[in-house]
């Protein structure tokens, strides 16, 4: 589909060509970027894109009659979590140009090659351009009427014979934070919580985890941030390609701090070249190497020991559990010896604070919410947490994958994290304006309106189970992938099965992605053209919890349609639309106000400070971003004073209120009006005969001197601060539970006001958890993979037994007592590439990326390739130990160790040999095709959340 690139032969700068092409009149560089869409941190993007693209790009920018209007538009990078801001060139209507934004303390001027080439996002040729349906095999146009109408009419007849529960409803981290929140109140509103998106299967677990360790689940600190660290430790991440405009902020902690940064990984990748010190261990040994590290520190009394009296809860059953792990048990488990790990504890104890940075490597793993919890007691230890320079930094994958997440676009909870128990659903029923019974009628029973649907991860069994295994009253019979890519989940062979089995299967995207084509369907396929955020406007939250406003590039192209104008076409088809819709004014167009539904969600998620940032204070951060410092986030002067950018959350109480926002969550070196704030007391006051909250460590300001539980209306009485309220907030009060009432439900923001004046934090000050009672495992516990090589290890660190979890059962030790690794030696394990992002339909069909990696590709280590007869650009097979097989091109490098190999994830398009390109529509297929990873990825689920294991399982490589 694409030029060859040309040989590696240096016959001058590309660029002159393009220059010459442009005009005879002399050009300077950041001209020349500009009229050829591209940006000085897409550089990378015009060394290697063809030149007559380039070319063509650059003519179109100067043709003669087009100098019209030109105006810049203001919006978001939609790849990864950083929060690039792009300034978009239109120019009548047409986005002619882009460069990055200058002044955003993110991107700082720079782009990505993924970032540098948007604008092919929202112009590209290879998009779905009409609603589309599969009829006897081949792909139909039809119009927008005639979809809605057969959709909504082959759902309702499934709803009516088997129940709302029997279709899912799987949204999307590429909805921006309004639509998010309507896709989550949608699928409530149809009877369901069979609804999920992306953040189950990449950091569902760091989530579970963090939030179960002290309050929030969500990177602590900042990008930013980071140039105050003295240490950095990165496990389990590879920011170098997934997340490359943050290596900008790691990179000046190390060159203005001397900081010495720590890369663990299984893979030696492009942000381990940056390392001052490089940890190969074994793949899905996170725990033990953690308690590895742990061990030097406890035994050489490196911990904070004043902060673990005053802040923590349940180090004490940590170095019991870290005093197996001597440094030969953590050598014989993890790989890694002792001596290396003593090195690196002493470096983490020497150069405080450090900041902890974790990706997917540590997340996708059957012990996933066991990896993140342990990474969260390695800074409690060294005393970390709350501080500039600290924390947590978890950076997250999709553009809005935070702020979905948040939103409640899961099957297990709520916007805002309230759960799905009755007390939520009335909550959210006052917000909405409904009466509770609407939506209790909605459901097929009670007990299913508070019970978790299917993950995202295992809705194939729920098509393919047996029906009396399944806890609701029918089997999945309709998926809707709204905004997904299938080739992104494992076990893609059942999932083919799954496709095939049900009634109906529905595509909302603006690319047909690998739904369209992996399964041998003839009919009951439709697919939707939805527009991309470029062509919408709305909030966005970056992985530092701050919100951006997006403003509209350019109207829908072809017959696409704003992703929230589409769920209310379908609410109107299924006679639910009134009732949903009564806070948010319906546009002529059919499209709701967006900033009607961003109000909304500010006057119910009081939980996590969702409630500050309006639509007007927003905007206003981003007309101001050259006001904000680059380090503290925070603006100087300016209409923003005070404020840190992107109010991130929480910004608690009303937008009237004017919270500037937390920078960094658990930091008590400032008044919690000011951004400051203590950990949370979600988990009681005592346990065990221990207190669990803090002891003698509290915000600056706060008139309570001491640990204090979450606030009530009663907590408020009992000080005497109750008087503080308003009759019009004492009235709203009352109007739910009076003086059980607590800072959660009170939708009038007064209990939060109240706590803050008097310099509290509204959701208390406790002291972090060590030891999670609640989970199987309450101590974070080494557990061998369930595909594992070293059966060795088997009878010392089994997996659990297995058990029934989200409607469905699930296996750990039935599989883990069979022995694979004599016909299957090697470890696989997946990750990211620079060029793509997820399940790479939008980033392959970009040519100015798809041009730059071409090939699906196996990474092998010189001494196995030798072993096999392989050489570098051979084709092999890989085989998985479940059945099903890859076709691939081998790449001999010593990046992997030996006995491991590494695919990315980021291809689809071929299955199991077989190209599957002429089973796109016609115009829709991908420049770039390839085998997924996870065709070849086997079974394998965490025991909290169900996040799938991609980073570890065996396979068998031959040549083709």
């Given at each position: 589909m694409l030029r060859k690139k040309t040989s590696g032969v240096a016959n001058g700068p590309r660029s002159a060509a393009a220059f010459a092409a442009v005009s005879g009149d002399a050009v300077d560089r950041r001209t020349f970027l500009k009229r050829s869409g591209l940006t000085a941190g897409g550089i990378a993007v015009a060394a290697a894109a063809p030149a007559g693209l380039m070319t063509r790009r650059a003519e179109a920018a100067n043709a003669p009659g087009t100098g019209g209007n030109v105006q810049t538009v203001k919006s978001v990078c939609t790849h990864c979590s950083v929060g690039c801001t792009v300034m978009a060139e239109v120019e009548n209507g047409v986005w002619t140009g882009q460069e990055p934004g200058f002044d955003s303390p993110f991107n700082l001027g720079a782009h990505c090659a993924k970032g540098a080439s948007v604008r092919e996002h929202a112009h590209g040729e290879r998009r779905l351009k009409y609603p589309t349906k599969l009829v006897d095999g081949k792909w139909t146009q039809i119009s927008w009427d005639q979809a809605i109408e057969e959709i909504g009419d082959k759902m309702l007849e499934i709803r009516e014979q088997s129940g709302p529960d029997s279709v899912y409803w799987l949204g999307s981290a590429k909805h921006n934070n309004e639509q998010s929140y309507l896709f989550r109140k949608f699928y409530a509103f149809w009877g369901t919580n069979n609804g999920d998106h992306q953040a189950r299967i990449c950091h569902s677990t760091t989530v579970a985890g963090v939030a179960n360790t002290w309050g929030y689940g969500a990177m602590t600190n900042s990008y930013n941030d980071i140039h105050n660290s003295r240490a950095i430790f990165l496990i389990g991440g590879n920011p170098a390609e997934a997340h490359p405009v943050s290596l900008l902020h790691l990179l000046r902690a190390k060159e203005m701090n001397n900081a010495p940064m720590i890369v663990c990984d299984p893979r030696f990748t492009r942000t381990a070249a940056h390392a001052d010190e490089y940890v190969r261990f074994r793949p899905g040994t996170d725990v033990g190497l953690i308690w590895g590290i742990l061990w030097h520190i406890f035994e050489n009394g490196w911990e904070d020991k004043e902060f673990i009296r005053q802040r923590v809860w349940g180090m004490d059953q940590i170095r019991t559990e870290v005093a197996r792990w001597t440094p030969e048990e953590t050598e014989r488990v993890t790989g890694v010896p002792g001596s290396q790990l003593k090195r690196v504890a002493r470096t983490l104890a020497n150069n405080r604070p450090g900041t902890v940075i974790w990706c997917m490597g540590g997340t996708q793993h059957t012990n996933g919410n066991n990896n993140t919890r342990a990474y969260c007691i390695l800074q409690l230890a060294l005393g970390n947490m709350g501080k500039a320079g600290g924390g947590t930094n978890i950076f997250r994958g999709h553009d809005n994958v935070q702020g979905a997440t948040d939103l409640g676009v899961l099957c297990h909870t709520l916007p805002g994290y309230y759960g799905l128990a009755t007390g939520a659903w009335k909550h959210w029923s006052r917000v909405w304006n409904v009466d509770y019974d609407y939506l209790l009628g909605r459901f097929a029973s009670k007990d299913l309106m508070e019970a978790s649907g299917f993950p995202v991860s295992r809705w194939i069994d729920g098509v393919l189970e047996a029906k009396e295994n399944v806890d609701q009253p029918d089997g999945l019979r309709a998926m809707v992938f709204w905004g997904h890519a299938p080739n992104s989940q494992t076990r893609l062979p059942e999932m083919k099965t799954a496709m095939e089995k049900l009634d109906l299967l529905v595509v909302v995207d603006p690319y047909p992605t690998v739904s369209a084509v992996l399964h041998d369907r003839k009919d009951g396929v439709y697919l939707l053209p939805a527009a991309t955020q470029f062509e919408t406007y709305g909030s966005v939250t970056a992985s530092n919890r701050s919100l951006q406003w997006r403003d509209k590039v350019v109207e829908p192209l072809f017959e696409s349609l704003p992703d929230h104008t589409i769920m209310y076409k379908f609410a109107k088809k299924f006679g639910m639309a009134d009732e949903m819709f009564k806070n948010i004014k319906i546009q002529d167009n059919d499209e709701p106000l967006i900033e009607d539904i961003t109000r909304e969600f500010n006057r119910g998620m009081w939980t996590i400070g969702y409630t500050g940032q309006s639509p007007e204070r927003m905007r206003l951060h981003m007309e101001n971003q050259h006001t904000f410092d680059r380090t503290t986030l925070q603006a100087i002067g300016g209409p923003c004073d005070g404020d840190y950018y992107g109010m991130p959350w929480p910004c608690w109480g009303t937008p009237e209120m004017g919270h500037p926002g937390t920078p960094i969550l658990y930091d008590p070196s400032k008044p919690v009006a000011e951004g400051g704030l203590t950990f949370r007391a979600r988990f009681g006051v005592e346990r065990d005969g221990d207190n669990l909250l803090a002891e003698g460590s509290y915000s600056v300001g706060s008139e309570l001197t001491d640990g204090y539980p979450e606030f009530t209306m009663q907590m408020l009485m009992d000080l005497g601060w109750d008087a503080d309220l308003t009759a019009e907030e004492k009235a709203a009060i009352d109007a739910v539970a009076g003086p059980k009432t607590n800072?959660?439900?009170?939708?009038?923001?007064?209990?939060?006001?109240?706590?803050?004046?008097?310099?509290?934090?509204?959701?208390?000050?406790?002291?972090?958890?060590?030891?999670?009672?609640?989970?199987?495992?309450?101590?974070?516990?080494?557990?061998?993979?369930?595909?594992?090589?070293?059966?060795?290890?088997?009878?010392?660190?089994?997996?659990?037994?297995?058990?029934?979890?989200?409607?469905?059962?699930?296996?750990?030790?039935?599989?883990?007592?069979?022995?694979?690794?004599?016909?299957?030696?090697?470890i696989l394990t997946s990750g990211r590439l620079v060029e793509y992002e997820g399940g790479g339909d939008e980033t392959r069909s970009n040519p100015w990326l798809a041009e730059l990696q071409q090939d699906m590709f196996v990474e092998i280590n010189p001494r196995d390739a030798n072993n096999l007869g392989i050489k570098d650009g051979d084709r092999v097979w890989v085989h998985s130990p479940e059945g099903s097989k890859v076709n691939v091109m081998a790449m001999v490098t010593e990046r992997v160790g030996s006995g491991v190999v590494f695919m990315p994830f980021h291809f689809g398009g071929w299955y199991q040999g077989q190209d599957l390109r002429d089973k796109y529509p016609t115009g829709a297929d991908p420049y770039v095709l390839g085998e997924s990873s996870n065709t070849a990825q086997t079974y394998g689920y965490d025991s909290v959340t169900n996040m799938q294991e991609t980073k570890c399982t065996l396979c068998r490589i031959e040549r083709a």
């Open positions: 800072w959660k439900v009170d939708l009038s923001g007064g209990i939060q006001r109240v706590a803050i004046e008097h310099g509290c934090a509204p959701f208390g000050n406790a002291k972090a958890r060590c030891v999670v009672w609640n989970f199987p495992d309450p101590v974070p516990t080494h557990r061998e993979p369930l595909y594992t090589p070293r059966r060795d290890l088997v009878a010392d660190y089994p997996t659990y037994e297995d058990r029934k979890m989200y409607r469905l059962p699930t296996r750990f030790a039935s599989i883990q007592a069979q022995d694979f690794s004599k016909d299957f030696p090697t």
